[in-house]
């Protein structure tokens, strides 16, 4: 009778000794940081944003306004999703900002 070879089995791969499983990637590590603190600051500036939007729309319901303008300001209540418009004019410029 003839011998038949059966396959080795196949040695799994080797894995990452500790020190190599997480390899530092400084780069990528300070800009994940940076990314989060800059994040982090505009989600900050976000919810300051919507306080004021809110405290301005509080006052022109206070005040049974739903336009005023003032000394370059000018403030629009849009009535259909109660959205606040304003734009203050700067010396010589206009700048439009919608507080939305």
Request: zero cysteines.
């Given at each position: 009778m003839a011998k038949t070879k059966t396959p080795k089995p196949k040695t799994p791969k080797q894995a990452d000794l500790p020190t190599m499983e997480n390899r530092e990637l400084m780069d990528l590590e300070a800009a994940a940081i940076e990314y989060v603190e800059n994040r982090d600051a505009r989600m900050s500036a976000l919810k300051e944003?919507?306080?004021?939007?809110?405290?301005?729309?509080?006052?022109m319901k206070k005040h049974k306004k739903t336009t005023y303008?003032?000394?370059g300001i000018?403030?629009?209540?849009?009535?259909?999703?109660?959205?606040i418009k304003v734009r203050?004019?700067?010396e010589g410029e206009g700048e439009t900002?919608?507080?939305t």
């Open positions: 944003e919507v306080q004021l939007k809110q405290k301005v729309l509080d006052l303008s003032h000394g000018t403030i629009e209540v849009v009535p259909v999703d109660e959205k203050v004019e700067k900002v919608d507080m």
